[in-house]
Nanobody, 122 residues
């Protein structure tokens, strides 16, 4: 089993940037696809981005394409989410998740971090 710990959230003005990190421990993270989800107040948790075990494949929700980039460093057991041109509607708690499948479906993920808050002010 792998454990996930997110960091890097905070308060930023619209148009700014943040980089989230998710450190994995336990079983080697390279055996998992890793994804970012987010949950805004009163809303369902939604998929943001996923990266395959090797890092060779990535997928994004349409609303973040061209602004967010997911990457991973398997030597450091860490996945990143670089977020540029942030908008107030990006405000949410961001969660890192691991799955044996390359998927954008929440139910395919059985390991989650505790989340990190991202707040974008207008």
């Amino acid at each position: 089993q792998v454990q996930l710990v997110e960091s890097g959230g905070g308060l930023v003005q619209a148009g700014g940037s943040l980089r989230l990190s998710c450190a994995a421990s336990g079983r080697t993270s390279s055996t998992y696809s890793l994804a970012w989800f987010r949950q805004a107040p009163g809303k369902e948790r939604e998929f943001v981005a996923v990266i395959s075990r090797s890092g060779g494949s990535t997928s994004y929700v349409n609303s973040v394409k061209g602004r967010f980039t997911i990457s991973r460093d398997n030597a450091k057991n860490t996945v990143y989410l670089q977020m540029n041109s942030l908008k107030p509607e990006d405000t949410a708690v961001y969660y890192c998740a691991a799955s044996s499948q390359y998927s954008w479906l929440r139910n395919d993920y059985d390991t989650w971090g505790q989340g990190t808050q991202v707040t974008v002010s207008s």
